[in-house]
């Protein structure tokens, strides 16, 4: 079956979680923020708190989240998104804890949105909560295949560098039209040496930023030798801070770029000229270079 694919003018979309907010979307386009789609937080079936603070931990090289997918109610998602007025598209985030979460979630929202993250990957979770993803690994082809009879927007599996993410995304290239690599690298620990007690109220949490951008690369390429055989493409996740991690992704394998932690302590303002310049300095390589975009995708020797 061919694949559906998104055309996102530039490839490059906020990490979901990060900015992932209506209202923000909005402010970043009235400041001409030159991002290809948005992507809300990911709505599950039911509410949920999350863990409570503190959920963020930054130590300079890393940082941990634990906020275990706070969601709002999908009627509460829809009175915000049906009046939207954005002008560049919405790629909707899912996550569930058993398949027919996912079903309903997509079917109820599938109106709204140009394509499907399906968020197979969390590492967190709240108190007594399993993790969403031990509880799913074995269960993702499951979880994946029935997709398409509930939609025809293009599907984005978003993995997890915590697992065997070559058997997995084997399982299910035949049913995507996207593999995201990937979410938060861990759990991880942090300790107060005073307190000593974790700092996060959630235990652990999910590590992102620079430091696993080197994991999420070898993500990307492992799963680009497997992806690009049919026509499946990749978005790069993890610690994308400046114009050259763009390119060593597309490098590496990935069409679509998402950035998450590097936005976190700007301004929209901020945002704005960081994406803008990013993009530009890309186009001047590109230039400089004399090769395409799409000659750049895989083109890794070795
Ligand atoms: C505060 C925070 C919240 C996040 N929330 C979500 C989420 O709701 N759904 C999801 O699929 N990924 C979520 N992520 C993971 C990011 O989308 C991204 O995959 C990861 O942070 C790696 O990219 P980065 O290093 O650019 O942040 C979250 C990450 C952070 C830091």
Not at 2 to 30: M, Q, T, W
Not at 89 to 113: A, C, L, M, N, Q
Not at 128 to 136: T, Y
Not at 289 to 300: A, H, K, P, R, Y
């Amino acid at each position: 079956m061919s694949k559906k694919h998104i055309s996102l003018n530039p490839p490059i979309v906020n990490a979901c979680g990060i900015l992932s907010y209506l209202d923000v979307f909005e402010r970043l386009e009235k400041m001409n923020a030159n991002f290809g789609a948005w992507i809300p937080k990911s709505i599950g079936p039911f509410e949920k708190q999350g863990n409570p603070n503190p959920t963020i931990y930054h130590n300079g090289s890393v940082l941990l989240n634990s906020f275990a997918l706070p969601t709002h109610s999908i009627q509460s998602w829809i009175k915000e998104f049906e009046s939207a007025d954005l002008k560049k598209p919405v790629i909707g985030s899912v996550w569930g804890t058993k398949i027919e979460d996912y079903r309903d979630v997509i079917k109820k929202i599938d109106k709204y949105v140009s394509a499907w993250e399906i968020n197979v990957s969390c590492p967190n979770k709240e108190a007594g909560e399993k993790s969403l993803m031990e509880s799913m690994t074995e269960k993702i082809k499951e979880i994946i295949m029935p997709l398409r009879e509930v939609t025809q927007k293009p599907i984005i599996a978003k993995l997890s560098p915590n697992e065997d993410y070559v058997a997995i995304a084997k399982s299910i290239v035949d049913y995507v039209d996207y593999i995201a690599c990937g979410n938060t690298l861990g759990p991880g620990l942090a300790v107060d040496i005073y307190s000593r007690k974790p700092i996060l109220a959630g235990f652990a949490g999910g590590m992102s930023g620079e430091a696993i951008k080197p994991k999420a690369m070898k993500m990307v390429n492992d799963v680009y030798k497997i992806a690009s055989k049919e026509d499946v493409k990749l978005i790069a996740y993890g610690g994308i801070s400046k114009w050259e991690d763009i390119l060593e992704y597309a490098i590496a394998g990935a069409s679509i770029f998402g950035i998450g932690t590097s936005l976190l302590h700007k301004d929209a303002g901020q945002v704005a000229k960081f994406v803008n310049n990013m993009w530009k300095d890309v186009l001047k390589y590109i230039e400089k270079e004399n090769i395409s975009f799409d000659e750049i995708v895989g083109c890794l020797d070795g």
